[in-house]
């Protein structure tokens, strides 16, 4: 497997094939694992765009691949009844096919959806949605909350940067639509016990991060949550392993997690995402992917 495939997450693919097991891997026990993961769920999945046909970018699904595992999301959520929470699903950065291609599935299969916004882009941005599209999912049952005022990592800003980013965005966000915004998924799933400080401080009470492994966690009045992050290469195996807590496959997830941050630490944050967005073809789509 190429390094390249590894920071971008096409790790999780050697799933497919098989596995075979050396006395070191017994040594590590997947019971410990399993029984952290254990107490995750229910699972949060993030996506980003969605379009009609393939796209390079990394964090774009087609509209096929989201229907076929909204499906899947949607059959299992109902087998599950009261009897457990299902998977929920959320989308970051507001891109404007959320809500031309995205919403329209999402509504045919009954899944609402939390749709985390950079809210300094809105009206700025063509490929970002407009306050009149986000008051219309409102309006249809969705939920909108905070990416933040301008998508910098929140752990590279300055206290007053910090400041706003988070009360910016919330403060714009409650004035266009009317609702409260009280929810923040971190860009770039950039977060630290400053940025939480900042954010309870700033009235949110709930942050997601991008870290699946992370089972919910409340603090002094906020919860922080991990995710899922989808992506072109995410088949629907893949994540129907994922959702029903297949260990090895999961295991397989987090040491991509783990190669990710020691390249991370090795080359710096700010060049180390510049290579990923390099490597992600993000050149083109003007968003930003969790690197």
């Known amino acids: 497997m ?19 097991r050396t006395a070191a891997d017994a040594a590590n026990s997947p019971k410990r694992f399993a029984e952290k993961i254990d107490k995750i769920a229910p699972w949060i999945l993030t996506y980003h ?26 059959t299992r959520n109902r087998q599950l009844g009261h009897a457990s929470p299902g998977a929920s699903v959320t989308f970051d950065d507001g891109h404007v096919s959320n809500i031309q291609v995205a919403r329209p599935v999402l ?23 407009t306050w009149a599209q986000l008051r219309s999912l409102v309006e249809a049952g969705h939920s909108v909350q905070s990416h933040g005022w301008s998508h910098k990592f929140l752990t590279h800003c300055s206290d007053s940067e910090l400041r706003e980013e988070l009360q910016r965005s919330k403060g ?3 004035s266009h639509l009317g609702v409260p915004v009280e929810w923040i998924s971190v860009p770039g799933g950039r977060w630290n016990r400053r940025v939480v400080d900042a954010a309870r401080a700033a009235g949110y009470s709930r942050i997601y991060t991008s870290d699946f492994w992370r089972k919910p966690a409340e603090s002094d009045g906020i919860t922080v949550l991990g995710r899922l992050m989808v992506r072109n290469t995410t088949t629907t195996p893949q994540l129907g392993r994922w959702l029903s807590t297949d260990v090895s496959s999961l295991r397989m997830l987090r040491a991509k ?13 700010q060049t180390y995402h510049r290579l990923w967005c390099w490597l992600a073809d993000d050149r083109g789509s003007g968003m930003e992917g969790e690197a």
Not at 2 to 14: A, M, N
């Open 172 to 174: 714009e966000m409650e």
């Open 257 to 269: 997690g783990h190669v990710k941050d020691a390249v991370r630490a090795v080359l710096g944050d």
């Open 107 to 129: 509504e045919r299969h009954g899944i609402p959806a939390i749709f985390f916004i950079t809210a300094g882009r809105v009206e700025e941005r063509p490929q970002t949605m």
């Open 2 to 20: 190429k390094w390249d495939q590894w920071l971008l997450g096409y790790g999780e693919q050697v799933q497919d094939q098989p596995q075979t």
């Open 49 to 74: 765009e969605v379009e009609p046909d393939k796209s390079n970018y990394l964090y774009a699904v087609t509209r096929a691949q989201l229907d076929e595992q909204l499906s899947l999301i949607s």
